[in-house]
Structures are given as structure tokens and as C-alpha cells.
């Protein structure tokens, strides 16, 4: 009988270049690049994820060779799993420090109109700018992460315009939102304006590796306040996941929809 599971002999070559991009990754280290008053902190996350880019067979097709299209389906199941013990470690961040997050807790909860927010900015440039078609319901209402997908797939399919439309900020987000995440809260954090605790539930947006790299730099920046960050961080996540979700089903989505029939009624 065949094997099957995570050590398959046919997964191997995956495994293989998990653990080299792992190894150097952490060799180099934390980098810190000056710039005026702030510093841009480069994780070990971030090369992991530069280098695990780079060996997309897409991208560098000699990969393609051990990195077959079954290995690299397996590798998209696999990142579910991957995350659970690094959202379970945030878990546990949350009940030492509850003081603070009751503290905080009206913040917490209106940050969930944020999920709102990418309609403001994106929607006119989704549809006046770069004129796409229905693909702008499913891109714009929310910022797409795996919850927001299984919405769209379950009410359009993503064989659909608006399929296609959550599938391509999905995957963009993948591939730049990591960096970014990892830049630019150490970046506002330098200027002073936020409070530290702002920032940290800035972080939650409903992605792990987001979550990883917004609150890895926060901490770089205030390791004294790191038991802070994280539970902060880690409450703001799970709102977003459980509140999140009905935000894009009743509020966001539906609205997304009634502003692009308003706005391109010959293709509704």
C-alpha cells in the first residue's frame, strides 16, 4: 500500500528546501537598515519568504523538476497546519495579559470598521482608474485573506469574475504583504504618533504571516514591551477572524456589490 501524509518519499524534495531556506534564513539573521529617524528591521521571515519566491517553479523553473505541481498542491495544504502552533503560541499571549486588552477593549472592537476601509481607498481605483469589471467586488471588500476567500467562493465560485478578483489580492497579498507588514509599523512607530498598543492591534489583520511579521518588527522595536504586543496582537487577530468574517457578509460585501451596480450598471 502506498504511503500518504506529510513525510510521503515524493514530498521529501520539499521538505529539503523548507529546511536549506530555514537554515539560511535564520544564519542571517535580524538586519537593521537606518533611515533618518526610523530603521527598517528585516526578519528572518522576510528571507525565508524572498527565497521561497525564488524557487517558485513558476519563477525558476529548474525547481520544477523535484517541485511538481502535486508537491506544490501539498505545500498549500500544509501551510494550515504550518500556522496552528503559531497561532496557538499567540493563544497563549492573550491571558496574561488581559488587564490590558480589557483596558483596550472599545479599540478593539471599532478597529473592525476598518474592515470597511479598503472600500474607501480601493473601490474608486478599482473602478475609475484601472477600470476593471465585476473582479472589483470580489478584490476590494476586504483585504482577502483566507475567511474572505471561502465568502466569495461559497457566493459567486471562483470561476468567477469575482472570484478571479479575490484570488488575485489574495495571492498579491501574499506575495508583498509579508514585506510590507514588516516595514511599515516600525516605520510609524518611529515617527511617535501611535501609541505602541495601537500598533500592536494594528497587526491583527487575519493573517498569520502578516500577524508574524507586523508584530516580530514592533517588538524589535520595543522588546520591553513584548508580552504587551503580542497579546494585544494576538486578541486583535481572533476579533478579526470571528467578527471579520460576518463584517464581509453582511456589511462589506453586500455594500461592495450595490456600489459597483451604482457605478457599472452595463455589467450588472
Known sequence: MPTSGVFEPRHLSLHVFVLAIVIVAEAIGIIRIPIGIAAIVLLPMLYAFAMG??????????????LTPNVQKFAGAMITIAITPFVAKFGTTVGPQIDAIIEAGPALILQEIGNLGTI????????YVLRMGRETVGAVYSIDREP???????KYGLDSPEGAGVMGVYATGTLI??????????????????????????????????????????????????????GLAG??????????????????????????????????
Open 177 to 230: 504583504g509579508t514585506f510590507i507588514f514588516a516595514v511599515i509599523p516600525v516605520l510609524v512607530h518611529a515617527t511617535g504618533l501611535f501609541d505602541i498598543r495601537a500598533l500592536a492591534m494594528s497587526c491583527g489583520v487575519g493573517s498569520g504571516s502578516m500577524l508574524a511579521a507586523c508584530t516580530g518588527g514592533l517588538v524589535t522595536a520595543e522588546p520591553e514591551n513584548k508580552d504587551l504586543i503580542l
Open 53 to 66: 519566491i525564488a524557487l517558485n517553479p513558476n519563477i525558476t523553473r529548474a525547481t520544477g523538476r523535484v
Open 148 to 154: 474572505n476567500l471561502a465568502l466569495v467562493a461559497e
Open 120 to 127: 474607501v481607498v480601493a473601490f474608486p481605483i478599482a473602478v
Open 235 to 268: 486578541a486583535s487577530n481572533v476579533l478579526t477572524y470571528a467578527t471579520g468574517l460576518y463584517v464581509g457578509m453582511f456589511v462589506a460585501l453586500p455594500l461592495t456589490q450595490w456600489l459597483f451596480r451604482k457605478a457599472r450598471p452595463d455589467l450588472y
